[in-house]
């Protein structure tokens, strides 16, 4: 591990949406918990650091929302330049909800009440691969502690000024193929997901043409390395190019939320989908307003606890 990257001065931008904006509903979805090494809110000063990587080089990403209704962006690092240009994007410019239609009540009162949610686009796959290679079939806590210990062991420093969070950019595909075995375990990390990206990270040059396709298409695109299956696909999708269609079939938590929330019980994969099937194609729109809403399903039994893969 180094340490960042130190540059005079930042590169800035001062962008004005013309829309109704919330960072916080627009930057959680890239945050791996509290303790994500790559996103931090300075909540005091209301600003948002991010680390991230670019086809230039890495970057780091400050935003803050100003009194005026601006966005100020100010960046540093050889992609600083490519992070300030896809501000728009990463805060939803791009995102079209024209045609979408609430077909449930508690749908129609979330879009109602939360107006600035948008679906944001980071115009980067590996940085949202990686971790939601993490997360296939592991509790919350197993993949947000191995996402850290691999950011800390194996990412670099971000570039930036002094005084800023510490931040760690995501270990480089050639940084993930040169782990030892014995480091994947140490970080907790199964064989299956440690598969997944080292298929991944031999051809993730290739993977970034996901962005530019997006849709049905970049998900396939994804879904030809082997351990990238419906699941991850679409988890990457949400966040690299903000496919609002992209449900996450799969998920341990998301069938039954969405059935409770909208027809009153838990639902398996192919029920959910015939409850979102008059939401096409903005599915996972119509997901994002079900998590927006604050519902709680209710719970039955126990938690599923976390594993120690690095006790076997």
């Known amino acids: 591990m180094t340490g960042p990257l130190r540059t005079a001065e930042p590169m800035t931008r001062r962008w004005r949406p013309d829309y109704s904006l919330d960072l916080l509903d627009l930057l959680v979805p890239l945050r791996r918990g509290t303790g994500d090494p790559t996103l931090r809110a300075d909540t005091e000063r209301g600003i948002w650091w991010r680390a991230s990587t670019s086809p230039n080089g890495p970057a780091t990403l400050a935003l803050r929302r100003c009194p005026d209704g601006t966005v100020l962006a100010d960046a540093w690092g050889p992609g600083a330049q490519w992070a300030l240009d896809g501000v728009p994007a990463l805060l939803g410019a791009d995102d079209d909800d024209s045609g979408f239609v609430a077909h449930h009540p508690l749908v129609a009162q979330a879009r109602a009440g939360r107006p600035g949610l948008r679906l944001g686009a980071t115009g980067r796959v590996w940085d949202m691969l990686l971790p ?27 570039p930036g000024p002094d005084g800023m969070p510490k931040l760690w950019l995501p270990p480089t595909p050639e940084g993930v193929r040169a782990i030892p075995d014995w480091e994947w375990h140490r970080a907790g990390v199964d064989s299956a997901r440690r598969r997944a990206l080292l298929a991944a990270a031999t051809v993730a040059h290739r993977l970034e043409a996901a962005v530019p396709l997006g849709g049905t298409a970049g998900r396939e695109l994804l879904r030809r390395v082997p351990g990238i299956g419906v699941w991850t696909a679409a988890e990457v999708a949400q966040r690299a190019w903000g496919d609002p269609d992209a449900v996450s079939v799969g998920d341990f938590h998301i069938p039954s939320v969405v059935g409770w929330a909208l027809v009153g019980r838990p639902l398996d994969d192919a029920g959910m989908l015939a409850v979102l099937a008059p939401y096409a194609p903005q599915r996972q729109r119509a997901v994002r307003y079900v998590e927006a809403s604050g519902f709680r399903r209710p719970r039955f039994g126990p938690r599923y606890s976390p594993r120690d893969y690095r006790a076997l």
């Open 132 to 158: 939601a290679v993490l997360e296939q079939k592991v509790t919350g806590t197993e993949a947000r502690r191995s996402w850290r210990e691999l950011c800390w062991r194996f990412g670099t420093r971000a």
